[in-house]
T-cell receptor
């Protein structure tokens, strides 16, 4: 079946540093979604990407839909303590409603 | 407004109990989903409803029974659960089951379930 490889698995960074994480797939996706989840809460949508090559920003967050449609990255600039959480990528390749999730990147920010 | 609400926030139940989880959205979405999530793992899809009809059942045990009474509500009925069913249960909705923005899923805050 389809799999998403998300890396890195975890990051421990200093406040103010930039962060980059990415997801790669063995197959093509039509939609890439990036979510952030904090303890005890549901995933919150950060950025949605629908076209190959698309580059989208949301405040300090920037994400891109890879040109091959098999990868996506998320960058966070000038990290702050409230960026702490687990970041999940998710991809969709059809009209079934099935999202394929990456394993998540746990981000910790040291003030 | 991209809000999906879930009740209760926490639930403790014994293995012989019957309980229900509720999910509601007022975004006019016609696709709704149930997920199960274990700690530090990604959500696992359980059920998909499209236009109030069950579209996908990911081989979920029959002790979990979904119900979609109308386009805004989704229930998950629980009966004779096992301790390993303890998890965060997430509801999500999307505009429809179609490519592009329509399939973007918005999650609720979840119900933390503990089975004793």
């Amino acid at each position: 079946g389809q799999q998403l490889n998300q890396s890195p698995q975890s990051m421990f960074i200093q406040e103010g540093e930039d962060v980059s994480m990415n997801c790669t797939s063995s197959s093509i996706f039509n939609t890439w979604l990036w979510y952030k989840q904090e303890p005890g809460e549901g995933p919150v949508l950060l950025i949605a990407l629908y076209k190959a090559g698309e580059l989208t920003s949301n405040g300090r967050l920037t994400a891109q839909f890879g040109i091959t449609r098999k990868d996506s990255f998320l960058n966070i600039s000038a990290s702050i303590p409230s960026d702490v959480g687990i970041y999940f990528c998710a991809g969709s390749s059809g009209n079934t409603g099935k999202l394929i999730f990456g394993q998540g990147t746990t981000l910790q920010v040291k003030p | 407004d991209t809000e999906v609400t879930q009740t209760p926030k926490h639930l403790v139940m014994g293995m012989t109990n019957k309980k229900s989880l509720k999910c509601e959205q007022h975004m006019g979405h016609r696709a709704m989903y149930w997920y199960k999530q274990k700690a530090k793992k990604p959500p696992e899809l359980m059920f998909v409803y499209s236009y109030e009809k069950l579209s996908i059942n990911e081989s979920v045990p029959s002790r979990f029974s979904p119900e979609c009474p109308n386009s805004s509500l989704l229930n998950l009925h629980l009966h004779a659960l096992q301790p390993e069913d303890s998890a965060l249960y997430l509801c999500a909705s999307s505009s429809r089951l179609a490519g592009g923005p329509g399939e973007t899923q918005y999650f609720g805050p979840g119900t933390r379930l503990l089975v004793l």
